[in-house]
């Protein structure tokens, strides 16, 4: 049974586009995260919500848009992709200390 | 600003002997640190912890230490095992009512050489 999931676990798109990862947990665990890793392997976080409300926002582009329609899911929509955007986005939940992260989604713009 | 730092991009144990990674960050604000290894083309799977207020927790061949006056951590794995060859991450949590973050270091690749 996978704890978290996402998909897809590739995306290739051009940039003007607009797409999304989705995200689901079974794991009961009431905080869930988005991070981005980038080129230089550096894990970043971008969103974290508690109970389907966004607790933080780490000044990501208002082209993010995160949405959580319930505990278990919390979906990245992005907006007008760009070159930038490339990346490995990787999901997780946490109940206490540790997380539990997705298996992670390639994000490619051309 | 980097607030979590692993200062070693890479390093090369021999099967059997210990491995010592790394840590130090700059805020001392910070409730746990979090140790992760992550394989190519999977996500960062959580090793082991320690609370702030602790200088050790130990869990089978894997101990961290908690310098908090330094503000140093490091993970020894005792015996390094060829399966351990992955990058390792440290990680430290703030983590308050309403407020809830976890800052990553860069990551360590370790190759465990059998």
């Known amino acids: 049974d996978t704890a978290v999931s996402q998909t897809p676990k590739y995306l290739v798109t051009q940039m003007g586009n607009d797409k999304s990862i989705k995200c689901e947990q079974n794991l009961g665990h009431d905080t869930m995260y988005w991070y981005k890793q980038d080129s230089k392997k550096f894990l970043k976080i971008m969103f974290s919500?508690?109970?389907?409300?966004?607790?933080i926002n780490e000044t990501v582009p208002n082209r993010f848009s995160p949405k959580s329609p319930d505990k278990a899911h919390l979906n990245l929509h992005i907006n007008s992709l760009e070159l930038g955007d490339s990346a490995v986005y990787f999901c997780?939940?946490?109940?206490?200390?540790?997380?539990?992260f997705g298996p992670g989604t390639r994000l490619t713009v051309t | 600003d980097q607030q979590v730092k692993q200062n070693s991009p890479s390093l090369s144990v021999q099967e059997g002997r210990i491995s010592i990674l790394n840590c130090d960050y700059t805020n001392s604000m910070f409730d746990y640190f979090l140790w992760y290894k992550k394989y190519p083309a999977e996500g960062p799977t959580f090793l082991i912890s320690?609370?702030?207020?602790?200088d050790k927790n130990e869990d089978g061949r894997f101990t961290v230490f908690l310098n908090k006056s330094a503000k140093h951590l490091s993970l020894h794995i005792v015996p390094s095992q060829p399966g351990d060859s992955a990058v390792y991450f440290c990680a430290a949590r703030i983590m308050k009512t309403s407020y809830d973050k976890v800052i990553f270091g860069p990551g360590t690749s370790l190759s465990v050489i059998p």
């Open positions: 997780a939940s946490s109940a206490v200390y540790e997380q539990y």
């Open positions: 919500y508690n109970n389907k409300e966004l607790i």
């Open positions: 320690i609370s702030s207020i602790k």
